[in-house]
C-alpha cells in the first residue's frame, strides 16, 4: 500500500477516552467508534451491570474498554470517574460529554423548580464539572479534546421541552467558552447537534404518532437518525483530522434546520 498522509489522522490507538451515559444510544454508539479507530474507552453510566455488558461485549470484539459506573449529577461520582480513568490508563484524552435527561415534557408554565433544576445540573452543570475535572490531564496529553453532545433544541425552541431547551442551549455556549479559553493549551472543545435520532431519550417524540408525523415532514431525509449515524463525528472530532476544528457546533439532523 502506498504511504497514507490523511488516513492516519483519523487513529486513536493509545488514546483514552471517557464517554458519560454510553450504555445505550449515542453515547454507546460514540464508545465504541472510538474503540474500533483505536483507542481506549471508558464505558460510564450510573448502573454498573449496564456498563460492565458493554464493556465485555467491546472485549469480546477486540476493543479496549473498561466500565466505571458514574452518576454526573454527584460531585463524588464524577471525581471517581476521573481518578480511576487515571489509575487505570495513566492519562485522559478525550472526554465525551453526552449523559442527559429530560425529566418534563409539557408548557413552561407546569416546569417545577425541581424540574428545571435536575435538568440543568444533568445537562449543563455536570459537564462543567467533568471538563473542569478533565482539563489537567487534557493538557498534558498534548491532544485533548471534549466534545459536548447537545442537541438541534439548543438552537431552535421545541414546544414542550423548556428546561431541555435551555440546558442543550447553555452546553453551546459553554463548549464555545471553553474552546476560547483552553485553545493555548491544545485543548479543543467541540458540540454535536444531533436531530431527531431513535433513542431512549426521545421517546416522547418518536412514540407519539402525531409529533412523529410533523417532525418527519420538516426532515428533508424524511427519517429518524440511528444513534451509529452520529459515531463518525465524535471519531473526527476527537481526532487529528479534526486538528484544526475548535469553537464549532456541527450539527446532525438530516437537513431539519437547513
Known amino acids: 500500500?502506498?504511504?497514507?498522509?490523511?488516513?492516519?489522522?483519523?487513529?486513536?490507538?493509545?488514546?483514552?477516552?471517557?464517554?458519560?451515559?454510553?450504555?445505550?444510544?449515542?453515547?454507546?454508539?460514540?464508545?465504541?467508534?472510538?474503540?474500533?479507530?483505536?483507542?481506549?474507552?471508558?464505558?460510564?453510566?450510573?448502573?454498573?451491570?449496564?456498563?460492565?455488558?458493554?464493556?465485555?461485549?467491546?472485549?469480546?470484539?477486540?476493543?479496549?474498554?473498561?466500565?466505571?459506573?458514574?452518576?454526573?449529577?454527584?460531585?463524588?461520582?464524577?471525581?471517581?470517574?476521573?481518578?480511576?480513568?487515571?489509575?487505570?490508563?495513566?492519562?485522559?484524552?478525550?472526554?465525551?460529554?453526552?449523559?442527559?435527561?429530560?425529566?418534563?415534557?409539557?408548557?413552561?408554565?407546569?416546569?417545577?423548580?425541581?424540574?428545571?433544576?435536575?435538568?440543568l445540573d444533568i445537562n449543563l452543570t455536570a459537564a462543567l464539572q467533568l471538563s473542569n475535572l478533565a482539563l489537567p490531564h487534557l493538557r498534558a496529553s498534548g491532544h485533548g479534546s471534549v466534545i459536548h453532545i447537545s442537541s438541534i433544541e439548543g438552537l431552535h425552541a421545541n414546544p414542550n421541552f423548556a428546561a431541555y431547551n435551555i440546558s442543550k442551549a447553555g452546553i453551546i455556549m459553554l463548549g464555545k467558552s471553553q474552546a476560547r479559553e483552553w485553545a493555548a493549551d491544545n485543548v479543543r472543545v467541540n458540540v454535536i447537534c444531533p436531530g431527531l435520532v431513535k433513542t431512549k431519550l426521545s421517546r416522547a417524540l418518536w412514540e407519539n404518532e402525531q409529533v412523529a408525523d410533523h417532525m418527519l415532514q420538516s426532515i428533508p431525509l424524511s427519517r429518524m437518525a440511528t444513534p451509529d449515524e452520529m459515531a463518525g463525528l465524535a471519531v473526527w472530532l476527537a481526532s487529528d483530522a479534526a486538528s484544526y476544528v475548535t469553537g464549532s457546533v456541527v450539527v446532525a439532523d438530516g437537513g431539519m434546520l437547513g
Open 1 to 119: 500500500m502506498q504511504n497514507q498522509r490523511i488516513r492516519p489522522r483519523f487513529d486513536l490507538t493509545g488514546r483514552v477516552a471517557v464517554v458519560t451515559g454510553s450504555s445505550k444510544g449515542i453515547g454507546e454508539a460514540m464508545a465504541r467508534g472510538l474503540a474500533e479507530f483505536g483507542a481506549k474507552v471508558v464505558v460510564s453510566s450510573r448502573s454498573q451491570s449496564s456498563v460492565d455488558a458493554i464493556a465485555e461485549q467491546y472485549r469480546q470484539d477486540g476493543l479496549e474498554a473498561t466500565a466505571i459506573a458514574c452518576h454526573v449529577g454527584d460531585a463524588d461520582d464524577r471525581q471517581r470517574l476521573i481518578e480511576r480513568t487515571i489509575d487505570t490508563y495513566g492519562c485522559l484524552d478525550i472526554l465525551i460529554n453526552n449523559a442527559a435527561t429530560n425529566p418534563y415534557f409539557g408548557p413552561v408554565e407546569g416546569l417545577t423548580a425541581e424540574a428545571y433544576h435536575k435538568t
